[in-house]
Every structure is written in C-alpha cells, then in structure tokens.
C-alpha cells in the first residue's frame, strides 16, 4: 500500500509540475521561444500572491481573481515591449534576453521581499485529506491536478476552437503567409505570452499554498518545468500533462527508495526518455 500511495502522489504531484510547463510548451509552440525566465515569473506570481493576500486578507485562491490578470498584462507588455525584438531564426537573442529577466527578477524580489522563505496561508485546506480506496489524499494535490487538467483542457480547446487558436496555429505554421492574410503577429505573440503568464500565475499561487518559497528557487521550477515539457513532446499540451505526472511519479518513487533520491531519480528518468526517445513521448505531429 505505501507503493501504491507514493504511486498516486507522484501522480497528484505532476499536475503541479504540469502547470508550472504549460505556459513554456504554449509559448514554444506559438512562438519557437524557450523562456529562461520562466521559474522566476513562476515565484513572482506567489510573491504577488503574498502581497495581495497580506494587503487584503483574501484566501490565496482568491487572490487568483487579481493575480492572473497582472500576470497576463506583464506578459503582454514583456512581449510587446521586449522579446518581440529578439524572435527571428537566431535562438541565441531570446535566450539571452530571457536569462538577463531572469537575473533582473530574482535580484529585484530579493530586494523588495528579501532571502526570507515565505509562504501563502490557505488555512485548513493544506492538510485536508479524503480517504480514497484505503489511502488517504491531501485536498489540496487533488485540487491541484483537477486545475491543471481543467486549464490544459482549455488551453487545448482554445488553440482548436476559437479565432484566437487559429491565429496561434497560423503564426506556428509560417508567420510571414500569416502576416500577408492580416495577422498581426507581434499582437498575436503579446496574447500567447499573457496567456502562458496568466497560467504561470496559478501555477504560482498553488506553489506558494503547497510550500515555502523565496526569490532563488525559479531555476528549480523551470528545470522542472523544462523535463516536463521535454517528456511529454515539445508543443503538445497534454504531452505536457503526461510529463509532469511521469516525473512527479519518479520523484516520489525515488523518494521512496531513499529520501535523498527524490531530485535525482526524476532527473535519471528525464535522461533515459531523452535517450529513447529526443523528441519526447507524445511529440506534436504537424497535420
């Protein structure tokens, strides 16, 4: 039973880990841009999400209500104002752009919120639990794996059903043919990147809710995010998913054999799906 139960956490813990992927495999698929800044906007959602819960006593989760569209404004502004500059066939600009904002955001939270771990107050439901099939399950991992079903699913269902996926599939495929029949490409990249910050910024607030956090763990959550993204298949966005339950489960597995093996066994398992297979398990087939 305890296998089993370390089994079922690894795989609530991947819907984590899946959120905190979705905003890059979004942004890769529009864009082809790979976000070295992402774990740091990642942590600065949960730090917005103290400010605002701090200043107004609002439940964490109710501080999504104000979090996500400063999330998703920042990521317009970014991309408009900035990283647009950098796309073309050189990756080399983006990445360094990126890793630069990576440098300027840790820097600039450890000055406003200092070095000091902090964490968001959610109450009773970060140790609620249900028993299920004689285990017993947090409240809050479940909760957690439901919203990133929930948002994967819409971000699905947008990119195949709506005018605005269109357009992202369109930029995708060839962004000049898109730019001669009308689309604006530089608007249409300004609305992926809020949307994958608008994501990021859930991704944030449960972090902060599910365990302490300070201005230099971004580059954890981005690695983590990067292998989840790698595993499932760069641009599928339940790739994604799948990827972020297979490295919750290897972690959980590997902390179960030995606790120091917990980081280690999910970066061991990442290696050997990259060797098998480079271009991840579910990679995105061009129709």
């Given at each position: 039973?305890?296998?089993?139960n370390?089994?079922v956490?690894?795989?609530?813990l991947?819907?984590?880990y899946?959120?905190?992927?979705?905003?890059?495999?979004?942004?890769f698929?529009?864009?082809?841009?790979?976000?070295?800044?992402?774990?740091?906007?990642i942590v600065?959602a949960?730090?917005?999400?103290?400010?605002?819960?701090?200043a107004t006593?609002m439940?964490?989760?109710l501080?999504?209500?104000?979090v996500?569209?400063?999330?998703?404004?920042?990521?317009?502004a970014?991309q408009?104002?900035?990283l647009?500059q950098?796309l073309g066939d050189?990756?080399?600009?983006?990445?360094?752009?990126?890793?630069?904002?990576s440098?300027i955001?840790?820097n600039?939270?450890?000055e406003i919120?200092?070095?000091?771990?902090?964490?968001?107050?959610a109450g009773g439901?970060?140790?609620?639990s249900?028993?299920?099939?004689?285990?017993?399950?947090?409240?809050?991992?479940?909760?957690?794996?439901?919203?990133a079903?929930?948002?994967?699913?819409g971000?699905?269902w947008?990119?195949?059903?709506t005018p605005?996926?269109?357009?992202f599939?369109a930029?995708?495929d060839?962004q000049?043919i898109?730019?001669?029949?009308?689309?604006n490409r530089?608007?249409v990249?300004?609305?992926a990147?809020?949307?994958?910050l608008?994501v990021t910024?859930?991704?944030?607030?449960l972090?902060?809710?599910?365990t302490?956090f300070d201005p230099?763990?971004?580059?954890?959550?981005?690695?983590f995010?990067?292998?989840?993204?790698?595993?499932?298949?760069?641009?599928?966005l339940?790739?994604?998913?799948?990827?972020?339950?297979?490295?919750?489960?290897a972690?959980t597995?590997?902390?179960?054999i030995?606790?120091?093996?917990?980081i280690?066994?999910g970066h061991?398992?990442?290696?050997?799906?990259?060797?098998?297979?480079p271009?991840?398990l579910?990679?995105r087939?061009?129709?």
């Amino acid at each position: 039973m305890d296998w089993i139960n370390a089994l079922v956490q690894g795989i609530l813990l991947g819907g984590l880990y899946a959120l905190f992927a979705a905003g890059l495999s979004l942004i890769f698929g529009v864009m082809r841009l790979v976000n070295i800044a992402h774990g740091d906007l990642i942590v600065l959602a949960a730090f917005l999400g103290l400010t605002v819960t701090t200043a107004t006593g609002m439940h964490p989760l109710l501080a999504l209500i104000v979090v996500v569209p400063l999330m998703a404004a920042l990521g317009y502004a970014l991309q408009r104002g900035l990283l647009n500059q950098t796309l073309g066939d050189d990756i080399l600009p983006p990445l360094l752009v990126t890793f630069g904002l990576s440098v300027i955001l840790q820097n600039g939270l450890l000055e406003i919120y200092s070095a000091d771990p902090q964490k968001l107050n959610a109450g009773g439901l970060e140790t609620a639990s249900v028993p299920v099939a004689g285990l017993s399950l947090g409240v809050l991992p479940l909760l957690t794996f439901a919203i990133a079903v929930l948002v994967i699913w819409g971000l699905q269902w947008t990119f195949y059903h709506t005018p605005l996926g269109r357009s992202f599939r369109a930029v995708s495929d060839n962004q000049d043919i898109a730019q001669l029949m009308g689309i604006n490409r530089r608007h249409v990249f300004g609305l992926a990147m809020a949307l994958a910050l608008g994501v990021t910024a859930i991704a944030g607030i449960l972090l902060g809710i599910r365990t302490s956090f300070d201005p230099s763990i971004g580059g954890g959550r981005l690695i983590f995010g990067f292998e989840a993204v790698i595993i499932g298949g760069l641009g599928n966005l339940w790739g994604t998913l799948a990827g972020g339950v297979i490295l919750g489960v290897a972690q959980t597995i590997g902390a179960k054999i030995d606790p120091g093996w917990q980081i280690l066994a999910g970066h061991i398992v990442f290696l050997l799906i990259l060797a098998v297979r480079p271009n991840g398990l579910f990679p995105r087939i061009s129709a």
